[in-house]
Nanobody, 120 residues
Framework: QVQLVESGGGLVQAGGSLRLSCVAS????????MGWFRQAPGKERTFVAG????????YYVDSVKGRFTISVAKVKNTVYLQMNSLKPEDTAVYYC?????????????WGKGTLVTVSS
């Protein structure tokens, strides 16, 4: 049974930083794609950043490029999202996602989410 457990959310002022963590368990993830999605109040869940398990391929939605960095610590089975220069529009519940097929268009597992609130 795959489990994804997020942590690291909280309240931060605009311009500040947070680092989200996602601990993955229950499977060998070497062929997986991992990623972060977010859902703002009243909006749909959208893609933020993705990475392959080896960590050598990353991709981002345009609105976070240059501000967010996704990484993986394979020894710890943990995926991180470093978020810098946060803006109020980054406020959302952030979800960790895993795809067995290596494509985050097809998410097989979700975490329960961690709330990020950015005040202006």
């Amino acid at each position: 049974q795959v489990q994804l457990v997020e942590s690291g959310g909280g309240l931060v002022q605009a311009g500040g930083s947070l680092r989200l963590s996602c601990v993955a368990s229950g499977r060998t993830f070497s062929s997986y794609a991992m990623g972060w999605f977010r859902q703002a109040p009243g909006k749909e869940r959208t893609f933020v950043a993705g990475i392959n398990w080896s960590g050598d391929n990353t991709y981002y939605v345009d609105s976070v490029k240059g501000r967010f960095t996704i990484s993986v610590a394979k020894v710890k089975n943990t995926v991180y999202l470093q978020m810098n220069s946060l803006k109020p529009e980054d406020t959302a519940v952030y979800y960790c996602a895993a795809s067995e097929r290596g494509l985050l268009e097809y998410v097989d597992y979700w975490g329960k989410g961690t709330l990020v609130t950015v005040s202006s």
